[in-house]
């Protein structure tokens, strides 16, 4: 059985404000990790919480929670996009409240036997569940171009040309497998920004949003919110990059009161009105405090968007 994990989630403080947590109310920590945010539900109020993690991992930390909180957790092992699937499975049909944290986990960056960071050397894996394409088999069969718009799509690189090209020239020789290997290649074609990031950073991220199809899971994940929040439950979601913040940010004004009005000069839109399912609590984005930043400096790039659902019926469908 796992310790308890002694991180600290990023945001908390500004998520479990968002959430606004009551005794007697179902919560989901969707993306369980090391089970910051359920645990500290569990220990603000008399709550009742289900964790869902892909990464087998993540059970056995929510085993200690388990045993530390008896008959009030639960850890799931699925992926959030299929929430409604997974609680519907255990009788759950309705919650309060939902937490999403997007992106990999601390603990997943930190094991180079995951393959997620190029600071240490490891297998060229960054899968977040145990089964699936790796990010090795991709750089190694993908065509060029496939991989230039990868790169491009999900890492916002502007070389992505360039460093699939280097990639594909350099496995006509030997399969790339290793993280500091394809760090490498990258290096060589893609000059140092002068903020410091390391010029492999965008093409890492690509690959592994690739692998995991976060942005598919995040467009899945949202609409499960809508279906199974009660009239008044919370959703936050924190995001650590621009195509993520852009989704949830696209998803809630597309659902509340602030959704873009047609344009008078366009002809007029015969299509009905749907009422908001969301109330936004905040119209700007929430960041993280300068002090979490200073001691936690992957919290940086955090950014929080949070709502609340209204009485509308949900738009999609389950």
């Known amino acids: 059985m796992a310790s308890r994990t002694p991180h600290t989630p990023v945001m908390l ?3 479990m404000e968002a959430l606004s947590p009551r005794d007697g109310a179902i919560y989901v920590d969707a993306t369980f990790g ?63 409240g939902i937490a999403l944290d ?23 894996d960054m899968r977040m569940a145990s089964s699936g394409m790796t990010a090795a088999e991709a750089v190694n069969r993908l065509t060029e171009k496939e991989l230039a718009d990868i790169i491009f ?28 290997k394809l760090a490498e290649l990258v290096r060589r074609v893609v000059v140092k920004s002068k903020g410091g990031i390391d010029p492999a950073t965008r093409t890492f991220q690509a690959l592994r949003i690739y692998v995991n199809d976060e942005m598919g899971e995040l467009e899945r994940g949202l609409n499960a919110a809508e279906i199974l929040l009660h009239p008044g439950g919370r959703l936050s979601v924190v995001s650590f990059h621009s195509l993520e913040d852009r989704q949830v940010k696209e998803f809630l004004r597309g659902r509340s009161a602030d959704a873009p009005k047609p344009s008078r000069h366009l002809p007029p839109d015969t299509t009905p009105l749907q009422e908001p399912t969301f109330r936004l609590l905040r119209r700007r984005v929430v960041k993280p405090t300068e002090a979490e930043t200073t001691l936690n400096p992957r919290a940086r790039s955090a950014r929080m968007r949070a709502a609340e659902r209204t009485e509308a019926p949900a738009r999609q469908a389950a």
């Open 13 to 15: 403080n500004e998520v």
């Open 153 to 180: 799509r999900y890492g916002e690189e502007r070389r992505s040309r360039r460093i699939a090209r280097a990639i594909v020239e350099f496995r006509r020789e030997s399969p790339i497998t290793r993280t500091g």
């Open 34 to 96: 090391a089970g910051g945010y359920a645990e500290a539900l569990l220990e603000a109020v008399d709550c009742t919480v289900w964790g869902i993690d892909r990464d087998p991992r993540a059970l056995a930390i929510g085993a200690d929670l388990e045993s530390r909180f008896r008959g009030r957790v639960t850890v799931l092992n699925g992926r959030f996009g299929d929430m409604v699937r997974l609680l519907s499975e255990v009788g759950v049909e309705r919650i309060d």
């Open 102 to 124: 997007l992106g990999v986990s601390s603990m997943q960056l930190d094991d180079p036997e995951r393959g997620f960071s190029f600071r240490a050397d490891g297998p060229l």
